[in-house]
């Protein structure tokens, strides 16, 4: 059995049918979002990052965002130190730069950006380069990873100071890097 629907009945079908759908795509990225929190402030976790166990006790958590098959993935790191504990956002910056150099082995660029967030003072750090990522000024030359970022956030909270870092390859981390921003900066009491 056929049926002749009017051309202005299926021209009207179809925005409520796009509508529908979308609304049905945007519920499914929300419920992939899932809330974090850290010393009681709450932020939201983006989807398609994978929560790890954290592999110490100064990690609050730690995330992994997979890229393409065989690709490094990109690692978000949460660290509290305890209150008054993790050293001051200079010396974080300092020790941060020494991890990375340039391809003749020199030092790179810092990109350093200080802001109040919600009544909290930001710091934001990028560096990009051959990254020896350690403790101190950072690992084995054989361990270093060539074009890597590091994008770290100080979040200076009245309960402590929270330290956010985002490192990936560079390719990775420019396509998760207002995401690695809005889950550091999102931070609500």
Known sequence: MHTNTHPLVRHLARPALVATLLAGALAGQAQAQTAATFL????????????????????????????????????????????????????????????????????????VAHETVRGMPYTIAEYRGTYARGMGNGSSADAARPDHIL???????????????????????????????????????
């Not at 954290?54 to 790191?77: H, I």
């Not at 956030?153 to 396509?175: R, Y």
Request: hydrophobic share 40%.
């Open 40 to 111: 009681g402030y709450k932020t939201t976790v983006p989807a398609g990052w994978v929560s790890g166990t954290p592999s110490s006790s100064m990690r609050l958590a730690e995330y992994k965002v997979p890229g393409a098959a065989g690709s490094v993935p990109v690692e978000v790191v949460v660290y509290f130190f305890g209150p008054g504990q993790g050293g001051s956002p200079e010396a974080n910056l300092e020790r941060w730069k020494s991890q990375f150099s340039n391809p003749a082995g020199g030092a790179v660029p810092e990109l």
């Open 151 to 189: 994008m770290a956030v100080v979040a200076e909270t009245p309960k402590g100071t929270l330290f956010f870092q985002c490192f990936g390859p560079s390719a990775a981390m420019t396509t998760q890097r207002a995401a690695c921003l809005s889950f550091a900066k999102g931070l609500t009491p």
